[in-house]
């Protein structure tokens, strides 16, 4: 905005000295007039002198000065009509969770001495084993699997969770292992039952969420593969949890071994048509570096990690690693370990699509068959009451209506198919007999 200019002076010339000097009584006031006039004129150019130089300065004060952005206004409904509000729902959201705060459920089992309970104490920096008592070998001898909870509170840059974390020690040590995954389903079926209870119930505000959203299988680094015990398990748990495998105390391995014990796991769970956790892909929007971070998480499956409760000094930096007589093994390199790329995946990545993928899929083909199995109950009950009634009543054309002529018409249909059904195996049962007896007698010929 420019600076408005003084008005024009009048075009008068003053009366010069000699005119005043000659002058009488009138040429002496026309002299005072003059220098009146003259004091004004040097008065005004030295205001338009003072003010063009004080524009100089604002300029070059304003070139270093940093801009000045207009603070955001409120939005008004009679000022700004384009705008609704719903951009703050993010925010909402966010402040509601992070008063509210987080659960996770992570369940880990094992064999005893994969180092389990270091690696949870390293992934959160944290003693949940500070009053743990190893068995003797009376002990260990008829030692049954069983289910340890552990719950601890972490809050960092103030978001709390309330981490639970499920332990199955006795896995694996007994000396007939056949049934050492029975107690593991049972503990998941049992929590989605009562989770299934409690959103069934009449207060659902404060329930309270114990389901496993995540389960560590460790597998053992001196094996060559998976054994029937480890396939066993994984089979009867794939559909019911997220399986993530990890290779315990894979310091005793080079990275050649590494590489073809990863290689010949992921065969044998193809091979027995087991689905461990599955990535989720990324959004196009994504950038560049979180797409290649994701890429090797998905090349590192199974993780084979080191874990480590000992602080170490190695030149001159602090390290949480293990000492060896040829060196110091860094849980924290990418080079000597997985354990950072599986505390970015378990915690910093995927926690909440863990958390997703137990409600959206396994606990709602859990939620079904509960469902199915109370319908195909109820049905099986009104059938048996409705002949019941029949059957107490006198006249039995009378007493029921179409609808439920209709009803037992079906009932009699299904019966009917049932025993054709079975008829029909009991006779390829036979022809599969004669077959077999055939081929005999044309062998013993």
């Not at 959201?93 to 005893?112: I, Q």
């Not at 039952?193 to 959103?199: A, H, L, M, N, V």
């Not at 950072?340 to 079904?368: C, G, P, W």
């Amino acid at each position: 905005m420019k600076q408005q200019q003084p008005p024009p002076l009048p075009q008068t010339q003053p009366p010069s000295l000699s005119q005043a000097t000659t002058g009488g009584g009138g040429g002496g006031a026309a002299a005072a007039e003059g220098s009146v006039v003259a004091h004004a004129i040097s008065s005004l150019n030295g205001n338009n002198n003072n003010n063009n130089n004080n524009n100089n300065n604002n300029a070059e004060t304003a070139k270093c000065r940093p801009p000045l952005y207009p603070k955001p206004k409120t939005p008004s409904f009679d000022k700004d009509r384009d705008y609704i509000g719903f951009a703050t729902l993010p925010e909402q959201v966010h402040r509601k969770s992070v008063k509210r705060g987080f659960e996770f459920t992570l369940m880990v089992v094992g064999e005893s001495g994969l180092g389990k309970s270091t690696l949870i104490n390293s992934l959160f920096l944290g003693d949940l084993y500070k009053n743990r008592q190893m068995p003797n070998v009376e002990d260990r001898i008829e030692k049954t699997t069983r289910v340890e909870k552990k719950t601890m509170d972490i809050e960092e840059r103030g978001v709390r969770l309330r981490l639970t974390v499920v332990d199955t020690p006795g896995f694996g040590d007994a000396i007939n292992c056949e049934d050492s995954w029975r107690v593991c389903t049972q503990y998941i079926d049992e929590q989605f039952r009562q989770y299934f209870t409690d959103e069934s119930g009449l207060n659902r505000r404060n329930i309270q969420d114990n389901r496993v959203h995540c389960c560590l299988y460790f597998v053992p680094p001196w094996g060559h593969s998976l054994r029937q015990m480890d396939l066993d398990l994984i089979r009867r748990l794939h559909r019911k949890v997220n399986i993530v495998l990890v290779i315990g105390k894979a310091d005793c391995l080079n990275k050649t071994e590494v590489r073809k014990l990863k290689e010949r796991i992921l065969q044998d769970l193809e091979d027995n048509h087991i689905q461990l956790y599955q990535f989720p892909e990324c959004d196009s929007d994504e950038d560049d570096d979180f797409k290649q971070q994701d890429r090797e998480l998905k090349a590192s499956i199974p993780f084979a990690v080191v874990g480590s409760n000992t602080i170490l000094e190695v030149a001159g930096k602090k390290v949480r690693g293990r000492q060896y007589p040829w060196g110091v093994v860094n849980v924290e390199d990418a080079e000597h370990s997985d354990f950072i790329k599986l505390r970015t995946f378990l915690i910093s990545t995927h926690m909440q699509d863990l958390k997703d993928t137990t409600q959206d899929v396994h606990y709602e083909n859990f939620r079904a068959q509960c469902i199915s199995q109370i319908s195909q109950h109820a049905l099986r009950e009104r059938g048996k009451l409705k002949r019941d009634s029949i059957s107490s009543t006198n006249g039995f054309d009378a007493a029921i209506s179409e609808t439920d002529r209709l009803l037992l018409q079906k009932d009699e249909e299904i019966r009917r198919m049932q025993d054709m059904l079975t008829q029909m195996q009991e006779k390829l049962k036979q022809t599969h007999l004669m077959e077999m007896k055939k081929n005999d007698s044309v062998i013993d010929v």
